[in-house]
């Protein structure tokens, strides 16, 4: 079972990265279509990261009570019909919809994917697991813009969504008759599905809400990036839909590249040093931008790569971070590692959504737009990790459970 699990996880896993980065080149044209602003197209991408940050302390129980198989079956029927729901949106408000729904959908796979390597390989198996299925993730943003990108010119932004929806249908069937219920016969399922008392020593444990603060600023300055890219360089600059494919995989290339240097970093330095070097390249990359903007190319590729270029950092510091930062979160918690991973998900996903949305209902141009969310947050971090009578926030703890 275990020999053959592996690409049935890659399959499930890849549903998420999909959903965000294959209508990545269409969004002006949506908002061409539907008749509104560029910051009502990005909100497409905001309620699905939202959707998924609360879909983790919701649907993670379901999976503890009902199986992972379902609970998969459940999330891949729901990402294809909400596919088709998107496809087939008249209405710019049933577009929205659907895209919460397959927020949600795509957590549901999610859980079980990174539950089911849990359930069924030990420690130093599941970190070579964990490689695969991120490695997998970080390849799609370099692939997915170009499919969708072409797929936009034959036939219509619309095609980018029954692409997802034929996409469930593929790994639906895979699932459906491949893939076995995981969870082991010790689960404990019994008692209420929510339970406050469950999350309060998380969310009361300032040193886990710090790094979570971390990944969630990380989350927020990639999804502003994500989500402020096309809008800046196809809507502003009049880049094609293929040269900003073209550009935004160079940068997904550079971030594969960094997710697999960023381990031997972290090994090397540690994991406090490591936040740190992700912070002040964060940073820096707020510090060129602004600066590219004043001085630069202002039309054309070049403008172009001056905005794009910059991001390469984002990308190298945001590999390097989400290692460390979710260790350091979570190192204090044993018993209690499954909630306190479901609470980092949402904090990371549904905050960075947050952040993102109160970025984009002001009238700030997408470079200096992201420049503060990545700059001005990360600023603030790096001081308090400064701050030796902060020391309890960020300095390493064991476990405590």
């Known amino acids: 079972m275990r020999r053959n699990l592996l690409p049935l996880l890659m399959f499930m896993v890849l549903l998420s990265p999909l959903a965000i980065d294959i209508y990545l080149p269409s969004m002006p044209t949506m908002a061409l279509d539907y008749g509104v602003s560029n910051s009502e197209v990005q909100s497409t991408l905001v309620l699905f990261l939202f959707a998924m940050g609360v879909g983790q302390i919701l649907i993670g129980p379901l999976a503890d009570r009902f199986g992972r198989r379902p609970v998969a079956l459940f999330g891949i029927v729901l990402y294809g019909i909400s596919s088709l729901l998107g496809a087939y949106a008249i209405e710019f408000e049933l577009l929205q919809i659907a895209r ?42 370099a692939l997915a813009p170009t499919l969708g990108g072409l797929l936009a010119l034959q036939f219509g932004w619309r095609s980018t969504f029954i692409f997802m929806a034929i996409y469930a249908v593929l790994v639906l069937f895979l699932v459906g008759f491949r893939f076995p219920e995981t969870r082991p016969l010790n689960t404990d399922s019994t008692g209420p599905l929510y339970r406050w008392g469950r999350y309060k020593p998380v969310l009361g444990d300032p040193h886990f809400m710090f790094y979570a603060s971390c990944c969630m600023i990380a989350m927020a300055s990639i999804l502003c990036y994500v989500s402020y890219s096309p809008v800046w360089l196809i809507g502003h600059l009049g880049i094609s839909e293929l040269m900003f494919s073209g550009l935004f995989g160079v940068n997904a290339l550079v971030n594969v590249a960094a997710c697999f240097a960023a381990p031997v970093l972290i090994k090397r330095i540690g994991n406090r040093p490591g936040v740190v070097v992700a912070l002040s390249l964060m940073v820096l990359a707020a510090v060129v931008e602004v600066a590219l903007q004043l001085v630069g190319p202002e039309q054309g590729i070049a403008a172009g790569v001056a905005f794009m270029a910059p991001m390469m950092l984002l990308c190298v510091g945001f590999a390097i971070l989400l290692g460390p930062a979710t260790s350091m979160a979570l190192s204090a918690f044993g018993e209690r590692a499954g909630t306190a991973t479901a609470m980092l998900g949402c904090i990371q996903m549904s905050g960075a959504s947050m952040l993102t949305a109160l970025i984009q209902l002001t009238d700030i141009p997408a470079p200096y737009a992201i420049a503060i969310v990545m700059g001005g947050f990360c600023s603030v971090l790096l001081a308090m990790m400064a701050m030796n009578r902060l020391s309890h926030l960020h300095q390493e703890q064991l476990q405590h459970d």
């Open 100 to 141: 919460v729904f397959q927020g949600l959908a795509a957590c549901s796979t999610s859980i079980v994917v990174f539950s089911a390597v849990r359930d069924c390989y030990d420690r130093k198996q599941s970190v070579s697991m964990y490689s695969y299925l991120n490695g997998a993730i970080c390849v799609v943003p």
